[in-house]
């Protein structure tokens, strides 16, 4: 039996799918987070146990854990929260909840493995290499660099140009928000329960998760679902920047089976593992195949968002480069996939054109 946390969210459904799938019994613990869900979510695969209760709750989760061979904890109160006053709830649901499972598991003796997800905002900030200055760390960009429309961080020595590198696991950690911080600490808690125990424990830091069943414009919502519910709302995509800021863009049921291979390999893959495609795109790039997808499929991603006529949506819905900004965005960040090939043996099966003209009509949560 594999206990799956957040097995009703956008990720952890997929996972329980192919775990089922695969030959194992499933079971969901899932609080069905107001954040996350009006009611039963849809598409819940019937054959898996659910348990409707709260991580944070010993006595639930002493509960679900009867029976447990491995535990895969998605569950989390996601996104970059829209003010301090979400302070108290992330690290309730994140890091309290991580806390409280993992002393059950150490109370249940459990010897099965641990599979976390983490996050690429443990990094902050991507990782930029100078000519003459080798591997350097720009200072956060200056509004008047922004203003005058210069995006791209230059180096703190010479100020030159710099350019962005793929980041490995081995990277400077630096959560900048609450979520991303307690991301980190979920990290961190299930390390020091892993030296305790000898239990090993994977954390994988998914990047840009994109693909069916993905919450719509929410202001948790990633970049992908907010032009895509733009353009099912028959309006343009509005692309901050100039378009240019690098992202990886990983499809869920890629991040699924990350998971299921951690969960199921033959020897355990302790540690900390970039899950994404190792192609970089940037946002600019996304918004574009998009906006080609739909616009190729008109009719029905009108339907599925009730938004303008078919015939008119590409021409009107180009993706528009706007040059704004948000002081705090990162300019590029971007994973290197080796290590999840060498040691998970991960690598990503999805297609960027074909996953975003999937994405381009596919059920959106709360659409
Ligand atoms: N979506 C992304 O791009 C992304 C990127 C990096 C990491 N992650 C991580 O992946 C995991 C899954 O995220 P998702 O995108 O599927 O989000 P989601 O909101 O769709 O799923 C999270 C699920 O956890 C449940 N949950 C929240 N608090 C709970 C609690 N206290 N007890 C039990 N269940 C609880 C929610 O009801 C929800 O079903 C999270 O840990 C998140 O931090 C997501
Ligand atoms: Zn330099």
Redesign the pocket.
């Known amino acids: 039996m594999i206990l799956v ?9 997929p996972i329980v799918t192919q775990l089922l799938d695969a030959g194992h019994e499933v079971r969901i ?9 009006d009611g039963l ?1 849809e598409g819940l695969d019937p054959r898996a146990e659910l348990v409707i ?5 010993a006595d ?1 989760v002493d509960r679900v854990l009867e029976g447990v061979d491995h535990v895969c ?7 970059l929260g829209l003010d301090i006053d979400d302070i108290a709830d992330y690290v ?3 890091d ?2 991580t806390a409280v499972l993992l002393r059950g598991l150490a109370r249940r003796n459990f010897t099965g493995r641990f599979v ?6 443990v990094y902050g900030e991507g990782r930029y290499r100078c000519a003459d200055h080798g591997l350097v760390t720009p200072p956060a960009r200056a509004v008047a660099d922004l203003d005058a429309g210069r995006f791209e961080p230059g180096c703190p020595v010479c100020g030159r140009p710099l350019t962005p590198e793929s980041i490995p696991e081995d990277a400077a950690l630096d959560p900048r928000n609450v ?1 991303a911080a ?2 980190l600490h ?1 990290e961190h808690l299930a390390t020091a329960f892993s030296r305790e125990t000898g239990v090993p424990v994977t954390s ?7 693909g069916p ?3 719509k414009d929410t202001p ?1 919502a ?1 970049v992908a679902s907010i032009f895509r519910s733009a353009l099912a709302a028959g309006r343009a995509p509005k692309v901050f920047e100039d378009g240019g800021q690098r992202r990886d863009f ?1 499809h ?1 049921r890629d ?1 699924a089976r990350a998971n299921v291979l951690a969960l199921t390999a033959e020897e355990p893959v302790p540690g900390a593992f970039n ?1 994404c495609s190792g192609t970089p795109r940037t946002v600019g790039e996304m918004a574009r195949a998009l906006w080609a997808a739909m616009g190729a499929d008109g009719g029905s991603a009108a339907a599925g968002g009730g938004g303008g006529e078919a015939g008119a949506l590409a021409a009107d819905l180009e993706p528009v480069v706007t040059g704004d900004y948000r002081l705090g965005d990162v300019r590029h960040v971007f994973a290197s996939a080796v290590r999840a090939a060498d040691v998970l043996g991960f690598t990503a099966g999805e297609d960027f054109d074909a996953g975003m003209a999937e994405f381009a009509t596919a059920r959106l ?1 709360g659409a």
Do not use: C, E, W
């Open positions: 946390t957040g097995g009703a969210g956008f990720i952890g459904q613990l899932d609080l069905l987070h107001p954040a996350a869900h979510p209760g709260d991580v944070r709750d639930t904890h998605q569950a989390a109160m996601v996104g309730g649901h994140n309290l909840g976390q997800a983490s996050s690429m905002v979520y307690t991301k979920q994988l830091r998914y990047h840009n998760v994109y069943g993905m919450p948790y990633g990983v869920v991040v899950v949560r």
